[in-house]
Nanobody, 122 residues
Framework: QVQLVESGGGLVKPGGSLRLSCTAS????????MGWYRQGLGEQRDLVAA????????NYADSVKGRFTISRDNAKNTVYLQMNSLKPEDTAVYYC???????????????WGQGTQVTVSS
């Protein structure tokens, strides 16, 4: 009923930039927030950045503050993650997350994208 489709991952050299996009589609009544998580090999999945869809407040992991920027386009149900000054330690699979209330539903439920690989290497 609901799909999150991510794009924009790839291979980039240290110091480079990438922009991730995630679009939610399906039987959506409302979205309360969207965010990006990442999971390195053998590591847990951690929050990178999140944004509240209505008022636009943002939250960032300390490790990406000043380098990454999250934004959203409410009309397109899309969230973006602009990643600048990338470091090898940013290498991970990046997952989109959204709190979505479907039509006819009562609560917002977490949905996840399939993940997109970001590799930072020279």
């Amino acid at each position: 009923q609901v799909q999150l489709v991510e794009s924009g991952g790839g291979l980039v050299k240290p110091g480079g930039s990438l922009r991730l996009s995630c679009t939610a589609s399906g039987n959506i009544f409302s979205i309360n927030g969207m965010g990006w998580y990442r999971q390195g090999l053998g590591e847990q999945r951690d929050l990178v950045a999140a944004i509240a869809f209505t008022i636009g407040t943002t939250n960032y992991a300390d490790s990406v503050k000043g380098r990454f920027t999250i934004s959203r386009d409410n009309a397109k149900n899309t969230v973006y993650l602009q990643m600048n000054s990338l470091k090898p330690e940013d290498t991970a699979v990046y997952y989109c997350n959204a709190g979505i209330r479907v039509v006819g539903g009562l609560l917002h439920t977490d949905y996840w994208g399939q993940g997109t690989q970001v590799t930072v290497s020279s």
